[in-house]
């Protein structure tokens, strides 16, 4: 069926689609102070912005799985191109806060969209274990592209002037944007394949189980807390005598090399195992950058990377596995509430930062030494959600111990 199909060109098209999701990511963690002394907006204005960014992305991830098989992922990429376009140039050309909030909304659909297309695509161009082993090199570039960004966004920074401009920076952005469009432009697509047995309602139906509502809820706090330090690292850490943007590329490289060798740890500690392990280290890592300050921060991040690096994948496979007939509609689900729920708390932390803030100026607190105290604060609060998720998955542990899993091993999203 897909003989004639150019599959190095779509997959590499897929990698650099998803570079760009991760540039988005990482650049404009990179540009959130300037954006906030620009247009002089507070913490929790700067998080709604954020929030917009979470918030496109599970809509156009649910949108676009349910009309992959009759829109199809060229068009479904189409829009992903439009959309990121739209929010590169429209964040560029924003006047005041309105406007980032909309461009910022398109930013993230077009990274729904991406997700949305190319996870099946790559399932429909290949099988069985070759399947596996190009969906893992495909997610290797979120944390791998997080990497990157944050290097670039930091030398531009550095380098003043031109380049320092947060405008400058944004315009790195359309880079990834145009080798995609390249890329995937005039190339035929792989037909969609049929997906299986299971019809919508039974998909409905497996999603009212106990099973996948505690997966569910989980999901809201893991995504929280692997996104929750990455993107408000350079104010909360900015004072803490640690570069920031070093701070998110190890962060992001220790995940991206972590994601590479999965399959062995997985296969050890098993997946409650590896669920309740990050929640440990996260809980760990997210107190350290809370209380401590100068290189040890650099420590701090390696083992903050080393517990949310499996959350999201594991947490997807353990929906596949556990609660098999949602399908792949149960797989957006749970990574649309991921992305939900942590635009829903973008405000929140932004709000966090502005309390702790007043009260540390009240104190006596100011310059440097107030904006440490404040993150510091914030990320104190932060610590919460791999608190609470400790409890869970100690319960998911004995909960799931004696469980035979299906074998299925679903395409992983960031």
């Known amino acids: 069926m897909n003989e004639n199909i150019n599959k190095s060109a779509l997959f590499n098209g897929s990698c650099f689609a998803l570079i760009t999701t991760a540039f988005t990511f990482a650049i404009r963690a990179g540009i959130l102070p300037q954006l906030?002394?620009?247009?002089?907006?507070?913490?929790?204005?700067?998080?709604?912005?954020?929030?917009?960014?979470?918030?496109?992305?599970?809509?156009?991830?649910?949108?676009?799985?349910?009309?992959y098989h009759s829109f199809g992922p060229a068009n479904i990429m189409r829009v992903a191109f439009v959309a990121h376009t739209l929010g590169i140039v429209l964040t560029i050309y924003a006047g005041g806060y309105a406007m980032l909030l909309i461009s910022t909304l398109f930013?993230?659909?077009?990274?729904?969209?991406?997700?949305?297309?190319?996870?099946?695509?790559i399932a429909?161009?290949?099988?069985?274990?070759?399947?596996?082993?190009?969906?893992?090199?495909?997610?290797m570039w979120f944390p791998g592209g997080i990497l990157l960004g944050a290097l670039i966004s930091k030398f531009m920074t550095d380098a003043g002037g031109f380049l320092a401009s947060w405008q400058t920076q944004m315009w790195i952005l359309?880079?990834?944007?145009?080798?995609?469009?390249?890329?995937f432009y005039g190339k035929a697509f792989p037909k969609p394949k049929v997906e299986g047995v299971t019809s919508l309602k039974e998909n409905f139906k497996a999603m009212v189980s106990p099973v996948f509502i505690f997966l569910f809820c989980c999901m809201a706090l893991t995504a929280i807390t692997e996104f929750g330090p990455q993107q408000w690292v350079n104010i909360v850490l900015s004072r803490s005598g640690a570069d920031a943007m070093l701070i998110l590329a190890l962060t992001t490289g220790v995940?991206?090399?972590?994601?590479?060798?999965?399959?062995?740890?997985?296969?050890?500690?098993?997946?409650?195992?590896?669920?309740?392990?990050?929640?440990?280290?996260?809980s760990i890592g997210i107190y350290l950058f809370s209380v401590v300050t100068g290189p040890v921060a650099y420590l701090a991040a390696i083992i903050f990377a080393m517990g949310v690096c499996y959350f999201?994948?594991?947490?997807?496979?353990?929906?596949?596995?556990?609660?098999?007939?949602?399908g792949a509609l149960g797989m957006s689900i749970i990574g649309g509430i991921g992305m939900f729920s942590t635009a829903i708390f973008q405000p929140v932390i932004g709000r966090w930062i502005d309390v702790a803030t007043e009260e540390n100026m009240a104190a006596g607190l100011s310059g440097d030494t107030l904006e440490l105290a404040a993150g510091q604060d914030t990320l104190a609060k932060m610590v919460m959600f791999p608190g609470i998720l400790i409890v869970l998955f100690v319960v998911f542990f004995f909960w799931q111990k004696n469980v035979t899993t299906t074998k299925h091993v679903p395409a992983e999203p960031v």
């Open 36 to 67: 906030g002394q620009e247009f002089g907006l507070s913490g929790e204005q700067l998080g709604f912005i954020n929030s917009m960014w979470f918030l496109g992305f599970p809509i156009s991830m649910i949108l676009g799985g349910l009309v």
């Open 107 to 121: 930013i993230g659909f077009g990274n729904g969209c991406t997700e949305a297309a190319c996870n099946p695509m």
């Open 124 to 139: 429909d161009m290949y099988s069985g274990v070759k399947m596996n082993k190009m969906l893992n090199r495909f997610h």
């Open 174 to 183: 359309m880079i990834p944007t145009i080798i995609y469009a390249v890329l």
């Open 255 to 282: 995940m991206a090399v972590g994601r590479f060798f999965a399959g062995p740890i997985v296969k050890a500690l098993g997946q409650t195992g590896v669920l309740l392990s990050g929640a440990i280290f996260a």
């Open 312 to 326: 999201w994948p594991v947490m997807v496979g353990a929906t596949a596995q556990r609660v098999p007939l949602s």
